[in-house]
């Protein structure tokens, strides 16, 4: 299983981005698919873990200013950051769990919020 992820870019506090994460296998046979961050010098933080129901876990420090969703045609995991803050400044990366398989990650992309 492949994953790309994509959407990273630098943004003013308040602002907002979109992250893709694009798999190579059809999404609804994937367990789990997770969003994590990472920023330097700290632990990996897990963010948002969507079942293959659709259902959604946000993390304390994100919820209710992000946003889980897929495109299923074209097996596409989002992440909708709104009302960033320079402390969601991290490399996100998706991860994605198959039970039996194991779990794949995609490449990071950076995302920088200016205070």
């Known amino acids: 299983v492949q994953l790309q992820a994509s959407g990273g870019g630098l943004v003013q506090a308040g602002g907002s981005l979109r992250l893709a994460c694009a798999t190579s296998r059809k999404i609804l046979t994937i367990d789990y698919m997770r969003w994590y961050r990472q920023n330097r010098g700290k632990e990996r933080e897990l963010v948002a873990t969507m079942g293959s129901g659709g259902g959604v876990i946000y993390s304390a420090s994100v919820r209710g200013r992000f946003t889980v969703s897929r495109d299923v045609a074209d097996n596409t995991m989002y992440l909708q950051m709104d009302n960033l803050k320079p402390e969601d400044t991290a490399v996100y990366y998706c991860?994605?769990?198959?039970?039996?398989?194991?779990?794949?990650w995609g490449q990071g992309t950076q995302v920088t919020v200016s205070s």
């Open positions: 991860e994605a769990e198959i039970a039996g398989w194991g779990q794949y």
